[in-house]
């Protein structure tokens, strides 16, 4: 029986980050409170995720001149000890604090730039002051833009909220959040002013497969990344109109 299509990804003309996609990490730790491993093992994923099979699915989601996210490089990372404004932290904190690491760092934005802003243990994060929309009780993280192609990703401690994957291949508390950055990431090279590749009820390519998980290994990952164990979430693949961790066949 063939595969329903309509349930795919459309492409619906805006841009999508195209070439290799430079990340910067901003750890944005007041008190330090994060895990023994946090940061590390989060940098480490972004020196694996780019040369991925699951990367790899953005071959099938260019722009109009047919140009599409091949890779990824870690351009920088930042520890920010400064204290949070305000609790919960708002989306024009997280946006505010783009621009802060931009204008300490030299870091510049464009469409081929992502800023991922961690936030450390129980820091809620909401999208505006109704607090409707939360860490706490809407969402385990987010991608969005601002101003002139600036994007960014907010990405609060996953494991202070309702967002564990099941395992914990590397035994840190980092494990949660890497697979909720995963979704973001994916989301944010296809779709990343939210006008490009969405289906016809709205979803981005991780929307679609969220906590949709491959086989676990015995160390509780579903990948191996340049020797590296991970738990991610499968990502939407429309050339099969389903879920998997990499192009059939790939």
């Avoid at 699951?54 to 870690?74: D, I, K």
């Avoid at 204290?83 to 621009?99: G, R, T």
């Avoid at 979704?183 to 090279?189: L, R, S, T, V």
Wanted: proline share 6%; net charge negative.
């Amino acid at each position: 029986m063939p595969a329903d299509t309509s349930q795919n990804l459309q492409y619906h003309g805006g841009p999508v980050m195209a070439g290799v996609v430079q990340v910067y990490a901003i750890f944005w730790e007041p008190m330090g409170a994060v895990s023994a491993n946090y940061n590390s093992l989060l940098l480490r994923y972004f020196g694996d995720i780019g040369s991925s099979p699951l990367y790899q699915l953005n071959q099938e989601y260019p722009n109009a001149s047919g140009a599409y996210s091949t890779g990824v490089t870690l351009a920088g990372s930042w520890l920010d000890s400064s204290p949070y404004p305000e609790s919960p932290l708002l989306d024009s904190d997280i946006q505010n604090e783009v621009s802060r690491a931009q204008q300490v760092n030299g870091w510049q934005a464009s469409l081929q730039t992502i800023f991922f802003v961690f936030t450390e243990q129980n820091e809620d994060i909401c999208t505006d002051s109704t607090y409707s929309e939360c860490a706490s009780n809407s969402f385990c993280a987010y991608h969005n833009y601002f101003g002139t192609a600036t994007i960014y990703a907010a990405m609060p401690y996953a494991a202070s909220f309702n967002c564990n994957p099941g395992s914990s291949p590397n035994n840190d508390d980092a494990d949660q959040t890497i697979n909720v950055t995963s979704h973001e990431e994916m989301e944010a090279a296809t779709d990343p002013e939210l006008n490009a590749w969405i289906d016809a009820n709205g979803q981005e390519i991780g929307d679609k497969c969220a906590w949709s998980f491959g086989p676990l290994d015995a160390q509780g990952g579903d990948v191996v990344w340049n020797g590296h164990e991970y738990i991610v979430q499968q990502e939407w693949d429309n050339s099969i109109s389903g879920c998997d961790l990499g192009p059939v066949g790939g």
